[in-house]
């Protein structure tokens, strides 16, 4: 009979600051939490903070879909962690309707659906 074991939560994030864009819920939040769980300093930018009033994550409000708005929330984000060593770029938008590309942007595809843009 092997025995099974439960590892225990390890600082290897201590003193590291990231950001979580889309942090506010979902895959986002759960990255978050674990990045503070192993010892790391959170901010999540998304464009509903509300999920995060609670003050465990640094909340900073932005719509990754609007491209200055990015920016001056990942400076606020930064100013107030006092650096930045982790960005997890995590906001997305559901993949509902008809997709097709548009234009390509840096060497990449920009897709846009009948709801929503992915390409600022």
Known sequence: MSTVTTSTVTAEFEGLKAV???GASGIGL???DHL???GATVA???RDTSPVADGRHV???ADVKDDAAVRAALVEATDRLGG??????????GAQGA???TTTRNGCACWTSTSSASCG
Do not use: C, Y
Request: no cysteine.
């Open 20 to 22: 979580v864009t889309g």
């Open 30 to 32: 759960a990255i978050a």
């Open 36 to 38: 503070a769980d192993r």
């Open 44 to 46: 999540v930018l998304d």
């Open 59 to 61: 909340a900073v409000s």
């Open 84 to 93: 930045l060593d982790i960005l997890v770029n995590n906001a997305g938008i």
């Open 99 to 101: 997709w097709t590309p």
